[in-house]
C-alpha cells in the first residue's frame, strides 16, 4: 500500500489493508510474508490472523474510534504542520526552538482551542514533527572528580 509510505493511514486505509491482507491469510501467506507485504509488525498480522481464525472476516472490519475526537480537523493539523514548518520566528516568537509549550499557543492564537503542552507533544509526534530527543551524556571526568582513586588504579 502505498500511502504507508506517505505517513499516517485513515482509518478506511486501515481497513482495507486488513481486508486485503485477509485474502492473503486464506489464501495461504505466511504471518511473516504478509507482514512483510503490507509494512506492518509480525504481531500485528498474527492478531489479524487470528482475529480471522475466530471471528472471521467481520472482525477486521473498522469500528468505532475509542477516545474523544480531536477538537482539530484535518484540515486544521495541515495548517499545524505548516505553521511548524514556517518556524517558530514566523510564529511570533523570539528563537527558532519549538517547544510544546509554544506550539501549544500557536494554536491557541490561530484556532482558539487550548492544549495541554504534553498533548501538543503526543500531536507534534502523530504529524511526524517532534525530534528525537537527545542523550545527554555526563562527561567521564565528572565520575573522577573529587573521588579518591583505588589502590592500584591508574
Known amino acids: ?10 482509518r478506511d486505509e486501515m481497513e482495507s489493508r486488513r481486508l486485503m491482507a485477509a485474502q492473503d491469510l486464506q489464501r495461504g501467506l505466511s504471518q511473516s510474508q504478509v507482514a512483510r507485504k503490507f509494512g506492518v509488525s509480525r504481531t500485528t498480522a498474527s492478531r489479524w490472523h487470528r482475529a480471522l481464525s475466530g471471528r ?3 472482525a477486521l472490519r ?6 474523544r475526537p480531536s477538537r482539530l480537523s484535518p484540515e486544521q493539523l495541515k495548517i499545524v504542520a505548516e505553521i511548524y514548518a514556517a518556524g517558530c520566528r514566523a510564529a511570533g516568537f523570539d528563537s527558532d526552538r519549538w517547544t510544546t509549550m509554544r506550539l501549544a499557543e500557536a494554536i491557541h ?3 482558539g482551542i487550548r492544549y495541554d ?3 501538543v507533544g503526543r500531536i507534534m509526534h502523530r504529524l511526524g514533527l517532534r525530534e528525537r530527543r537527545r542523550i545527554h551524556r555526563v562527561p567521564d571526568a565528572f565520575f573522577t572528580i573529587g573521588l579518591p582513586m583505588r589502590e592500584g588504579a591508574a
Open 1 to 10: 500500500m502505498d500511502t504507508a509510505a506517505e505517513g499516517l493511514l485513515t
Open 56 to 58: 472471521g472476516v467481520e
Open 62 to 67: 473498522k469500528r468505532r474510534a475509542p477516545g
Open 109 to 111: 492564537a490561530r484556532f
Open 117 to 119: 503542552p504534553d498533548h
